[in-house]
């Protein structure tokens, strides 16, 4: 068990406060490893050392380390690569990385941040330099982290009482992050998947950003599904401490799926009508036409005139703007509950 002078020799914080926490050094020359492997041993941490590109994406896979100290340039995948499929991964996206370089040319350095670095340090590697940074990203990852934890308990805990949410990159459009619910629905709903994000989800978004910058709250996005309907609301950002706008980040969305089938139902007791004739009439409250009802229903524009033609014989109206008005004052459950 290392002693707690170790750390506090090399300037670093107590070792409770690095104990345990992992370290993965990436480097295809074992004796770059040595001495940086040695002095973090030494102040604490669980070093483990990959030797190649492949080897440090799968041991960063299955370990999780706190950081990631990655060589730049390596035979067969480079250090570049290993950080972007790295930063590609959701498990692994959050983890830092530091590069090790010998290139200080500025073209090189920019391309270690733009691969997903969060720092880099050149050779000869210095110990004392390296775990220095180290301490900055890691305070700043834990950081992340305890935020994440609290944002996925609120998000189960809208999941458990039938809402679902998604999270949704601001820059790229890309959903990054769903409740198992929220996957099911956008299935059923929209076809999509995980990271796609809907398109008529995406166009909502986009087009009111301005006002949720503003903490006004925008309609709400409503995609039907027979009688059924999905409904999308914008709750907040998430990742911004700052609360900049034009700095972009997650916006969390919460969804929520309502049943129509309570009002088709109390549709059908009003009228004395049949389960199909009460889908029909449903439809026409909604400003459907014949051929759209069709479409919805899975029957010809004919059957769906024959249908509303029993429907005006028990109403005792005559058009359907008759017809869906009469059905609006009888069942209040039509009148319009829902943002969209």
């Given at each position: 068990?290392?002693?707690?002078?170790?750390?506090?020799?090399?300037?670093?914080?107590?070792?409770?406060?690095?104990?345990?926490?992992?370290?993965?050094?990436?480097?295809?020359?074992?004796?770059?490893?040595?001495?940086?492997?040695?002095?973090?041993?030494?102040?604490?941490?669980?070093?483990?050392?990959?030797?190649?590109?492949?080897?440090?994406?799968?041991?960063?896979?299955?370990?999780?380390?706190?950081?990631?100290?990655?060589?730049?340039?390596?035979?067969?995948?480079?250090?570049?690569?290993?950080?972007?499929?790295?930063?590609?991964?959701?498990?692994?996206?959050?983890?830092?990385?530091?590069?090790?370089?010998?290139?200080?040319?500025?073209?090189?350095?920019?391309?270690?941040?733009?691969?997903?670095?969060?720092?880099?340090?050149?050779?000869?590697?210095?110990?004392?330099?390296?775990?220095?940074?180290?301490?900055?990203?890691?305070?700043?990852?834990?950081?992340?982290?305890?935020?994440?934890?609290?944002?996925?308990?609120?998000?189960?805990?809208?999941?458990?009482?039938?809402?679902?949410?998604?999270?949704?990159?601001?820059?790229?459009?890309?959903?990054?992050?769903?409740?198992?619910l929220a996957r099911d629905l956008l299935r059923n709903y929209c076809g999509t998947e995980s990271p796609t994000?809907?398109?008529?989800?995406?166009?909502?978004?986009?087009?009111?950003?301005?006002?949720?910058?503003?903490?006004?709250?925008?309609?709400?996005?409503?995609?039907?599904?027979?009688?059924?309907?999905?409904?999308?609301?914008?709750?907040?950002?998430?990742?911004?401490?700052?609360?900049?706008?034009?700095?972009?980040?997650?916006?969390?969305?919460?969804?929520?799926?309502?049943?129509?089938?309570?009002?088709?139902?109390?549709?059908?007791?009003?009228?004395?009508?049949?389960?199909?004739?009460?889908?029909?009439?449903?439809?026409?409250?909604?400003?459907?036409?014949?051929?759209?009802?069709?479409?919805?229903?899975?029957?010809?524009?004919?059957?769906?005139?024959?249908?509303?033609?029993?429907?005006?014989?028990?109403?005792?109206?005559?058009?359907?703007?008759?017809?869906?008005?009469?059905?609006?004052?009888?069942?209040?459950?039509?009148?319009?509950?829902?943002?969209?």
């Amino acid at each position: 068990m290392p002693t707690r002078t170790g750390g506090t020799a090399l300037g670093l914080a107590p070792l409770e406060q690095v104990d345990k926490l992992i370290v993965l050094i990436v480097d295809d020359v074992p004796d770059n490893v040595a001495p940086l492997h040695d002095a973090l041993d030494d102040a604490g941490y669980t070093v483990l050392v990959a030797l190649d590109g492949e080897s440090a994406i799968r041991r960063a896979t299955q370990a999780l380390p706190d950081v990631v100290l990655l060589d730049a340039v390596m035979p067969g995948i480079d250090g570049f690569e290993v950080a972007r499929r790295l930063k590609a991964q959701a498990a692994t996206a959050h983890i830092p990385i530091i590069f090790m370089t010998g290139l200080t040319e500025t073209e090189h350095l920019v391309a270690a941040l733009d691969a997903g670095g969060a720092d880099y340090v050149t050779k000869p590697i210095k110990p004392r330099e390296v775990m220095a940074r180290m301490g900055v990203h890691l305070r700043t990852a834990r950081h992340v982290r305890q935020g994440a934890v609290e944002r996925s308990q609120a998000r189960n805990a809208l999941d458990a009482f039938g809402y679902a949410t998604i999270t949704v990159r601001e820059s790229d459009g890309r959903l990054m992050w769903q409740t198992p619910l929220a996957r099911d629905l956008l299935r059923n709903y929209c076809g999509t998947e995980s990271p796609t994000t809907p398109p008529a989800v995406l166009q909502w978004l986009r087009r009111h950003l301005g006002e949720a910058g503003e903490q006004r709250e925008p309609p709400r996005l409503t995609l039907e599904n027979g009688p059924r309907r999905l409904t999308f609301r914008l709750h907040q950002r998430v990742g911004d401490e700052d609360g900049d706008v034009d700095a972009g980040g997650d916006w969390l969305i919460v969804m929520q799926e309502t049943s129509d089938a309570s009002v088709l139902s109390s549709v059908a007791g009003a009228f004395g009508l049949t389960a199909r004739e009460a889908e029909v009439l449903y439809w026409v409250v909604k400003g459907k036409i014949n051929r759209d009802i069709g479409d919805i229903l899975g029957a010809s524009p004919a059957t769906v005139k024959k249908h509303l033609e029993r429907i005006y014989a028990k109403l005792g109206v005559e058009t359907r703007t008759a017809a869906a008005a009469m059905a609006i004052n009888r069942v209040p459950l039509l009148q319009p509950q829902h943002g969209g």
